[in-house]
């Protein structure tokens, strides 16, 4: 016969099947936040008409933006620019306390 210790126990005890919850995972951003995160530096793009199809520098910050989105891995970018004698630098980061930041500086 049980005592109502034991069926206390018996009854609240948790379930040690289920997978602990990854703490990387929450500090992470979605698939849905990596893609707002850089949706102004599209726009600011757009709006300096500086377009793929017109700038190979261009071209191979969209594939990394493109690979940031689909693998959620951070980027770290660093690319020369020599048609406005610039460098596109900055990062792509997926934990959501550090901020995302892309500038042009000048090439030295």
């Known amino acids: 016969m049980l005592n109502i210790i034991q069926l206390e126990y018996i009854i609240f005890e948790p379930d040690m ?8 995972s929450l500090s992470d ?3 849905a936040e990596r893609h707002a995160q850089v949706r102004p ?5 757009s709006e300096l008409k500086l377009h793929a199809c017109k700038f190979a520098a261009v071209r191979s910050l969209m594939l990394q ?9 951070p980027q770290k970018i660093n690319i020369e620019f020599p048609e406005f004698n610039r460098r596109i630098k900055g990062t792509l980061e997926t934990n959501r306390n550090c901020e995302s930041v ?4 000048e090439m030295s």
């Open 102 to 105: 892309i500038k042009m500086t």
């Open 17 to 24: 099947s289920a997978e602990p919850v990854s703490t990387a």
């Open 65 to 73: 933006i493109k690979e940031y989105i689909a693998n959620g891995e």
């Open 41 to 45: 530096i599209l726009e600011k793009l």
């Open 29 to 31: 951003r979605t698939k």
